[in-house]
């Protein structure tokens, strides 16, 4: 593992990232280094990711990356909970990286949407600024919330409002209510 202290959860993440791109699952980086990529830059003490994997994949890779050297915790969700279950990665210093079996709602197209973004000599994979704000809106706490309407705004006229909205909608009626109010109507 890179890291060598506290406070690299993001190195931990290239380390993350890496073992998924062997194995081929796709990801999306989220949270607060999305929300760097995207324009707001917020502290955090952990990376997030979503997969594209289901939850009997999650298990299998929290054995991989045990047997890699992480800590590892998974967590299951019930039916009602939007994130089936939630891989927590951790290192001996405390860095963190949670990984998310999907999300409801979450289009699968947002994977082939993500961004390739430098990052310490390496690539990493990020949601895209329209994926980003409907996820945002739909998890709808106030950082959320706040993080959706830096980016509707840093974005300006350059945000593709008609993608927006069809994945704010698969949210549901709610995620496109706020959305639209996010914009006057």
């Known amino acids: ?3 060598k202290g506290p406070g690299e959860s993001a190195l931990l993440l290239l380390d993350t990232a890496a ?4 194995k081929g699952i796709a990801y999306a980086v989220i949270g607060a ?25 999650l298990r ?18 019930d039916l009602a909970d939007p994130v089936p279950a939630v891989l927590e990665l ?6 963190r990286v949670d990984l998310l079996a999907g999300l409801r709602g979450l289009e699968p197209a947002a994977f082939a949407r993500a961004l ?16 980003f704000v409907a996820m945002k809106i739909f998890a709808g706490a106030p950082k959320d919330l706040a993080d959706a309407r830096s980016v509707i705004q840093l974005a300006g006229a350059s945000l593709d409002l008609v993608l927006l909205r069809q994945l704010a909608q698969r949210y549901g009626q709610s995620t496109l209510g706020t959305l639209e109010q996010m914009f006057g109507r």
């Open 1 to 3: 593992m890179r890291t």
């Open 19 to 22: 073992l998924l791109t062997d």
């Open 33 to 57: 280094m999305a929300a760097a990529v995207h324009g707001v830059v917020r502290a955090s003490i952990d990376a997030d990711a979503v997969l594209s994997v289901t939850t009997p994949r």
């Open 60 to 77: 299998q890779l929290e054995r991989e990356f045990a047997a890699a050297g992480f800590m590892t915790q998974l967590r299951e969700g």
């Open 90 to 95: 951790s290192d001996p210093h405390g860095n």
């Open 116 to 131: 390739t973004v430098p990052f310490q000599g390496e690539t990493l994979r990020i949601i895209g600024r329209e994926d």
